[in-house]
């Protein structure tokens, strides 16, 4: 039996997405009826804002385990729908110019403390213009990645 390849499982055939997505409208061209922009979501992001924002004053009085089983249950819960809200901004679904998504996006980035949805929106975009492509797509992994990870299971 040979060893194991350290590297991951690599194509040479071009990211199939775009013919497919292509290949999709062209048969069910009534799927365009379902995107485009809903502002109403910047909505959403304000009121999680809010709520993050009120749980943080309100929890200040709270038993160190308490804050640990709020935080988990409840801000990290807030925090993820925070995060699929600003990806919805980096794609523009909310509003129709890019300068008023990524205004909502850093609104909605403020319970994190850290900028993060700008730079999210960078890599991001060149993650689905550079799909698998080592050198653009952040989400391959690196050199050192592959080095110290290859394709083992976490332990």
């Not at 990524?102 to 319970?111: D, E, G, K, Y």
Request: glycine share 6%; hydrophobic share 50%; aromatic share 8%.
């Amino acid at each position: 039996m040979s060893a194991p390849q350290a590297d991951f499982i690599r194509v040479s055939y071009p990211q199939p997405h775009a013919l497919r997505a292509r290949q999709i409208l062209a048969a069910h061209p009534d799927i365009r009826t379902l995107t485009g922009h809903t502002p109403s979501t910047a909505l959403f992001v304000v009121a999680l804002v809010a709520l993050q924002l009120a749980l943080a004053v309100a929890a200040r009085q709270m038993p160190w385990w308490a804050l640990l089983l709020g935080a988990y249950a409840i801000g990290a819960t807030i925090d993820h729908g925070l995060w699929v809200l600003i990806h919805d901004c980096t794609h523009n679904l909310v509003f129709e110019g890019p300068a008023a998504n990524r205004l909502l996006a850093v609104v909605a980035n403020v319970p994190f403390v850290l900028p993060a949805a700008i730079s999210f929106r960078k890599y991001h975009l060149l993650h689905h213009r550079h799909l698998g492509e080592p050198d653009l797509d952040a989400d391959v992994p690196g050199p050192l990645e592959v080095k110290l990870i290859g394709r083992t299971a976490p332990r």
